[in-house]
């Protein structure tokens, strides 16, 4: 089982720049492929980016293709997603998920919220125009 807990979230206005955190308990982080999604009011929770166990694949919604980096230090139990040229639809509580994925293959990351097993509690992201 892992904990996750993220942070990085705040207030920034359109075309700034937020780095979130996600810190992951546990000794076996390098086993977990890790998402980012996000939910705004009135709306289903949906893929942000996710990352292969090894780190060597990633994967983005394509709204954020070009403007989102998700990375991951395996040594820090950690994982990022650096957020640049926000706008205001950005604007969401972002949340961190992840899976055991040992059985898979170091590459394999999903970008459906139903294959994810752990969440974190959440930071909110408001972008302001």
């Known amino acids: 089982q892992v904990q996750l807990v993220e942070s990085g979230g705040g207030l920034v206005q359109a075309g700034g720049s937020l780095r979130l955190s996600c810190a992951a308990s546990g000794r076996t982080f390098s086993m977990y492929v890790m998402g980012w999604f996000h939910q705004s009011p009135g709306k289903e929770r949906e893929f942000v980016a996710a990352i292969s166990r090894s780190g060597s694949s990633t994967y983005y919604a394509d709204s954020v293709k070009g403007r989102f980096t998700i990375s991951r230090d395996n040594a820090k139990n950690t994982v990022y997603l650096q957020m640049n040229s926000l706008k205001p639809e950005d604007t969401a509580v972002y949340y961190c998920?992840?899976?055991?994925?040992?059985?898979?293959?170091?590459?394999?990351?999903?970008?459906?919220?139903?294959?994810?097993?752990?969440w974190g509690q959440g930071t909110q992201v408001t972008v302001s125009s």
């Open positions: 998920a992840a899976k055991s994925a040992e059985w898979y293959s170091g590459s394999y990351a999903s970008t459906s919220r139903e294959w994810y097993d752990y």
